[in-house]
């Protein structure tokens, strides 16, 4: 870390986190907190809580929850040490210069000249394309229907139809070989010499979510190939967690994104107004892209080509995207291809009335499975049944999967009971078969918690959240419990920071025990701990009760874990010991 701790919570404590997050969302005060729309997902519903005496924020939609550093990280994509800079900015408060490592200082050096260079190289070929040698990619935007002010905003351009053309204007720049190599670029053979990536092609700039260029995709003029070429993977650009279009679609307040294969199917929606378009970059969607979507929408729509390739890449997509937790939709486009083809031959207007009859993800999978059967005949029929109820067991949730039994029935024709039965029957046959390897290993979790019973998980959090709403427990759980015995590893770090605070200050400030996690799910662990509801037990017999078999709870798990790793006899006794005394232990209030 860059900072001393000293500096870091004087920067924090200088940013107000009602003034910060009120500059880029609404906030309506309820209370003691403020609420408004969650800027990391699309709600309709303020579920946003931020509070002033407890300098965090929380969402009780998605979880996200932290303060003033993470909303500012998570928000503007930036580096924990881009976040104390531009905090300490907001509040006046002069950074003292501190000595990066060497390392550190080479890899900001190197990251910052490779922006240099990609932003130099996307105005050489915005240039070019202004000039006489963009003729020819003029004329392809122009048949494609892309209005001037399109191609300014997308900042397309055009590489000359010359080996060297762009390595020759970078090199007059001042930038060496090396450093041009790393961009992607260039190609430098010891035989061949220098020569460009891209050439003879109308060029995409790819740019991250802060609008900084990061790579570029070309498509050839002519017939030449591959078609469409991109950058290779850098130090700025990983194909598989960037999305093009991502920078604009972020800002759109529509509570859904398209999801097309292309840079044209993008930019075509783009311009037509649906500026919540993005297109994965020459590669498969992953489970990374998915996790980049759910910070900005809970539901995406798929507008892939209507060819059989492009139902592939449906199909694959839609078990990614519903690991990833969103709702899956897909925008049929028949009889055209694309949504480019599409909306150039039917217009806006159709194209949104195919947005509002786009199909579920899962009827549209039975749909295509449906092919492969012949329903005319019995057997095909019969065996088409039993694939279908077999893919409903993939939903585990009663209610959602009776929801689906019948909307498979009355679409095909088969009674609801009988649906349900067959459905039941794989259920009981085959109960660790509902989803396949790679569905249950994508599913995002915390590996931490996999490790401890839910009731444990349940129980540590329940007495940090009663110490943290009531700091006068505190004296009456420290005897029996010690922060050291909290098993889970973010609930003894705040266990860590709770007791330490109350014994030295007498009071918890949620967002500087925040700061100690560096990881999101941490984060969020840590601020759900500070916006838990806890019930209101008025009998106090009741209240001891609960305070008492939860300290039990904690401390007994705790006991049989070191038994399990202690060898010394005499030390297994006196656990032994300490679990009887358990059955004992009464915490007065």
């Known amino acids: 870390m860059f900072y001393s701790d000293e500096i870091i919570e004087e920067v924090r404590s200088r940013n107000d986190v009602v003034d910060l997050i009120g500059n880029y969302i609404k906030l309506t005060k ?54 104390v800079k531009f905090l300490a900015e907001r509040a006046g408060i002069k ?63 055009f590489s000359n139809p010359y080996r060297d053309d762009l390595y020759q204007f970078l090199r007059s720049r001042g930038y060496d070989d090396s450093i041009l190599k790393e961009s992607g670029l260039v190609t430098i053979d010891e035989k061949r010499g220098a020569g460009d990536k891209f050439w003879n092609r109308v060029m995409f700039p790819i740019m991250d979510v802060n609008n900084k260029v990061i790579g570029f995709g070309g498509r050839v003029l002519g017939d030449g190939t591959p078609k469409y070429l991109n950058s290779p993977e850098t130090l ?39 500026t919540n378009a993005v297109a994965s970059l020459g590669t498969a969607f992953t489970l990374q892209h998915g996790v980049l979507l759910k910070r900005y929408t809970e539901e995406v729509m798929l507008a892939y080509d209507s060819d059989e390739a492009g139902t592939k890449a449906a199909l694959r997509a839609i078990p990614i995207l519903r690991s990833a937790g969103l709702r899956i939709r897909i925008i049929h486009m028949t009889p055209y291809k694309d949504p480019d083809e599409f909306i ?26 449906e092919k492969s059967y012949n329903l005319g005949d019995p057997d095909g029929k019969t065996r088409f049944y039993n694939a279908v109820a077999q893919r409903l067991l993939e939903f585990d949730q009663e209610l959602e999967r009776n929801n689906y039994i019948e909307a498979i029935a009355r679409r095909y024709g088969i009674q609801f009971e009988d649906l349900q039965k067959l459905v039941n029957r794989y259920g009981l046959a085959l109960p660790e078969q509902t989803r396949s390897y790679e569905e249950r290993e994508s599913l995002p979790k915390i590996s931490v918690d996999n490790q401890y019973p839910e009731a444990l998980l349940a129980s540590q959090k329940l007495l940090l959240t009663w110490m943290v709403n009531d700091v006068s427990l505190y004296k009456r759980i420290k005897p029996h419990l010690n922060w050291d015995e909290f098993v889970h590893p973010v609930y003894r770090a705040v266990g860590k920071a709770v007791y330490e605070a109350i014994e030295t200050t007498g009071q918890i400030v949620p967002g500087q025990v925040i700061n100690i996690f560096q990881e999101k ?55 032994i010991r300490m679990k009887s005394d358990l059955q004992n232990l009464h915490i007065s209030l």
């Open 30 to 83: 309820k209370g003691s907190s403020y609420f408004g729309l969650c800027p990391f997902h699309n709600e309709k519903s303020p579920s946003f809580s931020v509070s002033r005496d407890k300098q965090m924020y929380y969402c009780f939609g998605c979880g996200a929850g932290g303060n003033v550093f993470t909303y500012v990280m998570e928000y503007e994509n930036y580096t924990f040490v881009e976040a």
């Open 236 to 274: 700025l650009f990983d194909k598989s967690r960037n999305l093009y279009g991502l920078n604009f679609a972020r800002t759109s307040r529509c509570s859904y994104m398209i999801i097309c294969e292309g840079y044209m199917d993008v930019i075509a929606l783009h311009q037509a107004g649906f």
């Open 95 to 157: 950074l003292p210069e501190v000595e990066a490592t060497e390392e550190q200082k080479r890899i900001q050096n190197k990251r910052q000249k490779l922006l240099d260079i990609h932003k130099a190289a996307a105005q050489y070929f915005y240039y070019q394309l202004k000039g006489k040698n963009g003729e020819n990619a003029r004329a392809y935007f122009d048949k494609r229907r892309l209005l001037p002010e399109t191609i300014s905003h997308f900042g397309l351009g």
């Open 521 to 575: 799910e941490e984060q969020n662990l840590a601020a759900g701990i500070f916006n838990s509801d806890i019930a209101d037990i008025q009998d106090k017999n009741a209240r001891e009760k609960a305070l008492t078999e939860t300290v039990v709870r904690i401390k007994r798990y705790h006991l049989d874990e070191m038994s399990r790793k202690i060898q010394d006899l005499s030390e297994l006794q006196k656990i």
């Open 344 to 369: 150039k031959n039917l217009g806006v207007d159709a194209f949104q009335e195919r947005i509002d009859q786009a199909e579920n993800s899962f009827l549209f999978e039975i749909s295509v499975l």
